[in-house]
């Protein structure tokens, strides 16, 4: 039997210096499309949760107004940005509603406390508006319903509706969110 010997220095071994380029290249190409992911995912989410808060206090307030606008007493002022209720509970006073277009908010004031419930607030604006009157079509051409202007005794229904919007940092684009309704006063 004859042993050959064999040189392990010629063929074998590591890679050439344009493959080690090619590959760090491939590398850099697929991490920077991870990160480019990673940042539109981060955004995407930061801009969801934004929109999320952002419509749940919009709700909230809609939910409170429409509340104390049906459990109230009767209206005591109102003007396009500011509503003046007397309700039931209120101890120490009336319950207002103010927008202040300053400072861009919406605030509640009960029983001496004033609470922020909305910030970011664009437009806002209270109507009174009386029943429809018996024997009168209760529609326009269009088919809308239409009620007919009230003043502050002779209001049976109080609509309200604002437009707010919230930027989110480093991006374009705003979270707006949009209410409006029509509550009927229930006590009177």
């Given at each position: ?148 202007p009230a003043t502050i005794s002779s209001a049976k229904l109080i609509a309200f509706q604002w437009s707010c919007s919230r930027r989110l940092v480093g991006s374009l684009n705003n979270s707006e969110s949009l209410e409006a309704a029509m509550v009927e006063l229930r006590n009177q």
């Amino acid at each position: 039997m004859e042993f050959k010997r064999i040189n392990h220095n010629r063929g074998c071994g590591g890679f050439t210096l344009v493959e080690m380029m090619v590959a760090v290249a491939v590398g850099c190409l697929l991490l920077a499309a991870l990160a480019t992911l990673y940042v539109f995912s981060m955004r995407s989410f930061a801009a969801m949760a934004n929109y999320s808060d952002l419509n749940n206090k919009s709700r909230y307030a809609s939910d409170l107004i429409s509340r104390d606008i049906r459990s109230c007493l009767k209206v005591v002022n109102a003007t396009a940005t500011q509503l003046v209720l007397n309700e039931p509970d209120d101890t120490t006073g009336n319950t207002t509603y103010n927008f202040d277009e300053v400072a861009a908010t919406l605030s509640r004031t009960k029983n001496g406390e004033t609470k922020v419930l909305l910030n970011g607030v664009e437009s806002l604006s209270f109507a009174l508006y009386q029943r429809p009157f018996v024997n009168v079509t209760p529609y326009d051409t269009a088919g809308n319903e239409k009620f007919p202007p009230a003043t502050i005794s002779s209001a049976k229904l109080i609509a309200f509706q604002w437009s707010c919007s919230r930027r989110l940092v480093g991006s374009l684009n705003n979270s707006e969110s949009l209410e409006a309704a029509m509550v009927e006063l229930r006590n009177q």
